[in-house]
T-cell receptor
């Protein structure tokens, strides 16, 4: 399977715990995006990378959230001291740089986080 | 005002009818406009893109863009039950920008 893969698919945690999600993009893609989606809402932008450089981070993103893409391949999204409001589907997408123009973002199946 | 707004829906149409989905955006600098389809429990997939004023047709889908009115729409002709999904409008400011999505509108096509 050469699509975008995310792990884990589901995570249940207790409030205050840290969680980490991993995304493996399509290998030829050098742009990688993280979005968050809650029920009844569209994907909300969190951050994106071109290769290993983090080019943009949402102003709405709490400093409890951090993302890395150390070698320009896979990426991790860590949420520290989780809160119930962090419960959501975390979507990863990848594209070529031209994807910003063509809109061709390829999404993974997402990692669903439930904070109890 | 939200950057990308869509009618809250849901929208229900009979099979064979035309479904009309609308979207407005706030940033006049927006350059690229997209429609994504998201089936329940699945991730979004791109179905249409449009960059200049006017209509763009692809099979049963037509995207319409009016930059003066900051309005983009999607028409689905001969709607099929398999078109039942949430349709997300997305806009982009440029090559080094990210896609900003609306909240989506859920379409149900009744057999």
């Amino acid at each position: 399977d050469t699509g975008v893969s995310q792990d884990p698919r589901h995570k249940i945690t207790k409030r205050g715990q840290n969680v980490t999600f991993r995304c493996d993009p399509i290998s030829e893609h050098n742009r990688l995006y993280w979005y968050r989606q809650t029920l009844g809402q569209g994907p909300e932008f969190l951050t994106y990378f071109q290769n290993e450089a983090q080019l943009e981070k949402s102003r709405l993103l709490s400093d409890r959230f951090s993302a890395e893409r150390p070698k320009g391949s896979f990426s991790t999204l860590e949420i520290q001291r989780t809160e119930q409001g962090d419960s959501a589907m975390y979507l990863c997408a990848s594209s070529f740089p031209s994807g910003a123009i063509t809109g061709e973002l390829f999404f993974g199946e997402g990692s669903r986080l439930t904070v109890l | 005002q939200k950057e990308v707004e869509q009618n809250s829906g849901p929208l229900s149409v009979p099979e064979g009818a035309i479904a009309s989905l609308n979207c407005t955006y706030s940033d006049r600098g927006s350059q690229s406009f997209f429609w994504y389809r998201q089936y329940s429990g699945k991730s979004p997939e791109l179905i249409m893109s449009i960059y200049s004023n006017g209509d763009k047709e692809d099979g049963r889908f037509t995207a319409q863009l009016n930059k003066a009115s900051q309005y983009v729409s999607l028409l689905i002709r001969d709607s099929q039950p398999s078109d039942s999904a949430t349709y997300l409008c997305a806009v982009n400011l440029g090559a080094n920008s990210k896609l900003t999505f609306g909240k989506g509108i859920t379409l149900s096509v009744r057999p």
